[in-house]
Each structure stands twice: as C-alpha cells, then as structure tokens.
C-alpha cells in the first residue's frame, strides 16, 4: 500500500548544491515524487511547522534559519514511505548519523542538518498540507 510522505531539503543544503544528489536517494530505492516545489518558507508556515517547539530555548532560532534561504518542498510516495524516508535520512544529529544516510554524508551541525522528514503518517498529512495547501 502506497503512503505520502513530506519532505524539505533545507536551506543549508540548497546552498550547498545538494538537491539533486539528495533528491536522487529518494529515487533510487523506488519512491515517487508526486509534488517538488523550490520556494521560501513563509514565518507563518514555519510557525505552524514547528508549534509544538514554540516556548523552547531554540524556537526563534529554527524560524529563522528554516526562512534564511530557498528550501525544496516535496510530497514523495511509496511502500512505507515514512519509515523509509526516516531511514535514508538518519538521525537528526549528523554526528550520530550513520555513513550513508543523508545527514551521516551531508549534514554538518544539529541546526544544518539538511532534511527534515515527516514523523508519521499523521504528520506527514499535516505538513504537506502547511506547505502545498
């Protein structure tokens, strides 16, 4: 059974010039890009995003890196397509990540981490609709 997922190569990454060895890992192992979009993210979708940090010490400083620079949203599907856009991923630390995953090859700190990646199915819905209405 087919899933949505969303995903959003961040703006570190964009400038970078990543896109499209980041966008080939997702290709590679069978998802489809139904939607990819190079734009800015507004404050109010990063604000609707990220509600559940408002309050913590490192809000305003995810809001402003998020809208810093061009990002690339994008709506991919497949099998499990959470799960596997979580595992090519890796963990949110590039640190931690583990070589071969996209934040283990690319990622530099915990706030360039290049990619975010929806959580659950549940998430996913939410997010692909702050950002593709």
Do not use: W
């Not at 990002?71 to 090519?88: D, I, T």
């Not at 700190?109 to 939410?126: F, I, K, Q, Y």
């Amino acid at each position: 059974m087919s899933q949505k997922t969303y995903c959003m190569i961040k703006p570190d990454a964009v400038a970078r010039g990543l896109v499209g060895r980041i966008v080939d890992r997702f290709e590679a192992v069978g998802l489809t890009i139904e939607r990819l979009e190079l734009g800015m993210v507004t404050a109010e979708q990063a604000a609707a995003n990220y509600a559940e940090h408002q309050g913590k010490p490192f809000y305003d400083g995810l809001v402003e890196y998020i809208t810093s620079g061009p990002v690339v949203k994008m709506v991919l599907s497949g099998p499990e397509a959470v799960s596997v856009v979580r595992k090519l991923m890796g963990v949110t630390n590039p640190k931690d990540a583990a070589p071969g995953t996209i934040r283990g090859d690319f990622g530099l700190t915990l706030d360039a981490n290049v990619v975010h990646g929806s959580d659950s199915p549940e998430s996913a819905e939410r997010e692909i609709s702050i950002f593709f209405g």
